[in-house]
């Protein structure tokens, strides 16, 4: 039995998952009640002017010596690295009593800020359903905060997610990224609008160019390293399309963008364009487990030079991202 899992926790030594809402709700409303949490973390709530990176540090000052053995990093350590749909970058978990309410508040409005608002609530119902909440969840810091290398991290069921402010270069999001849902009926995912909305761009392909993006096996879900210029990428090339086309490859790209802040799309748009712009992405559909036999491809990848978006739709959600320049 892991007592370090919340559930497993003895009353008192974990935080209630309705309790632990309030915190974060609190601070993103700007309420700096007494005894909810310490006046000194108010302006953690400028959501909209306070980076996520500055919460960052305000979470890692206030780490004691026990706390940051737990969870802090190297910034070169192997973990930072790693990708995976479901693992604990360390064994402490959010809602472990080795947490404060005040530290749990700071980590929430990490993950508000490097979200936009319909991102933040999407990732807060997935990570209840998957697992129990924000407080199943592990954090860590790589780095010291402040200076040129640092990165939080925060993984669990189906999250990879990071907090840089840009420090590794030429890498949005700070590296490879990972979403999903548990949920197996496409109706009831989170992320089935994603499908929905790539599944556009089939239909508007036209015979030909359908042959061309649709296949019968895809590669490997964490098979997302980048191939740089001299790469070769499965699906038919935007550049091969008409206009029309291209503008809802692009409004597919922003709407896949959509769940995160401004800063980090922002990041993604400038790597692709030195790559060479939408032209240089690939689209590809795959025949394996279309559920309902409906043929809207519920597994599908957009590839290119400095992008990698693999979507693995059945039996559920393992989305794996990896946006940069290769080295």
Same mark, same amino acid.
């Given at each position: +039995?892991? +007592? #370090?899992?919340?559930?497993?926790?003895?009353?008192?030594?974990?935080?209630?998952?309705?309790?632990?809402?309030? =915190?974060?709700?609190?601070?993103?409303?700007?309420?700096?009640?007494?005894?909810?949490?310490?006046?000194?973390?108010?302006?953690?709530?400028?959501?909209?002017?306070?980076?996520?990176?500055?919460?960052?540090?305000?979470?890692?000052?206030?780490?004691?010596?026990?706390?940051?053995?737990?969870?802090?990093? *190297? %910034?070169?350590?192997?973990?930072?690295?790693?990708? /995976?749909? /479901?693992?604990?970058?360390?064994?402490?978990? &959010?809602?472990?009593?080795?947490?404060?309410?005040?530290?749990?508040?700071?980590?929430?409005?990490?993950?508000? #800020?490097?979200?936009?608002?319909?991102?933040?609530?999407?990732?807060?119902?997935?990570?209840?359903?998957?697992?129990?909440?924000?407080?199943?969840?592990?954090?860590?810091?790589?780095?010291?905060?402040?200076?040129?290398?640092?990165?939080?991290? +925060?993984?669990?069921?189906?999250?990879?997610?990071?907090?840089?402010?840009?420090?590794?270069?030429?890498?949005?999001?700070?590296?490879?990224?990972?979403?999903?849902?548990?949920?197996?009926?496409?109706?009831?995912? $989170?992320?089935?609008?994603?499908?929905?909305?790539?599944?556009?761009?089939?239909?508007?392909?036209? *015979?030909?160019?359908?042959?061309?993006?649709?296949?019968?096996?895809?590669?490997?879900?964490?098979?997302?390293?980048?191939?740089?210029?001299?790469?070769? %990428?499965?699906?038919?090339?935007?550049?091969?399309?008409? #206009?029309?086309?291209?503008? $809802?490859?692009?409004?597919?790209?922003?709407?896949?963008?959509?769940?995160?802040?401004?800063?980090?799309?922002?990041?993604? +748009?400038?790597? =692709?364009?030195?790559?060479?712009?939408?032209?240089? $992405?690939?689209?590809?559909?795959?025949?394996?487990?279309? $559920?309902?036999?409906?043929?809207?491809?519920?597994?599908?990848?957009?590839?290119? *030079?400095?992008?990698?978006?693999?979507?693995?739709?059945?039996?559920?959600?393992?989305?794996? &991202? #990896? &946006?940069?320049?290769?080295?």
């Amino acid at each position: +039995m892991n +007592m #370090n899992r919340p559930e497993m926790l003895p009353q008192g030594q974990r935080v209630a998952r309705r309790d632990f809402v309030k =915190l974060g709700g609190a601070v993103a409303a700007g309420v700096a009640t007494s005894g909810l949490f310490d006046p000194r973390f108010a302006h953690a709530a400028e959501s909209s002017a306070t980076s996520a990176e500055t919460v960052v540090a305000e979470l890692y000052t206030s780490l004691s010596d026990k706390q940051k053995k737990a969870i802090w990093r *190297p %910034f070169d350590h192997k973990d930072r690295r790693r990708i /995976n749909a /479901n693992w604990h970058v360390t064994s402490a978990v &959010i809602g472990d009593d080795l947490f404060s309410d005040k530290q749990r508040t700071l980590i929430d409005q990490v993950v508000r #800020n490097i979200t936009s608002k319909d991102g933040y609530e999407r990732l807060i119902q997935q990570m209840d359903e998957d697992d129990g909440g924000m407080e199943n969840y592990s954090v860590a810091i790589f780095g010291e905060p402040g200076t040129d290398q640092f990165q939080f991290e +925060m993984t669990g069921r189906h999250l990879t997610m990071r907090a840089d402010g840009n420090r590794v270069d030429k890498a949005a999001f700070g590296g490879p990224i990972v979403y999903g849902h548990g949920e197996e009926n496409p109706s009831d995912n $989170l992320f089935f609008y994603q499908t929905q909305k790539t599944n556009e761009v089939f239909q508007a392909l036209d *015979p030909g160019q359908r042959e061309s993006a649709l296949l019968k096996k895809a590669p490997s879900e964490t098979a997302v390293q980048l191939q740089g210029s001299g790469g070769r %990428f499965p699906g038919i090339a935007v550049g091969q399309l008409a #206009n029309d086309q291209k503008e $809802l490859v692009e409004s597919t790209l922003k709407v896949l963008l959509a769940p995160y802040r401004e800063a980090d799309v922002d990041e993604v +748009m400038a790597i =692709l364009k030195e790559s060479g712009g939408l032209d240089q $992405l690939h689209m590809a559909f795959y025949q394996q487990e279309d $559920l309902d036999d409906d043929k809207v491809w519920d597994i599908w990848r957009v590839e290119g *030079p400095s992008l990698v978006w693999h979507f693995r739709g059945a039996p559920h959600v393992h989305a794996y &991202i #990896n &946006i940069g320049v290769k080295s």
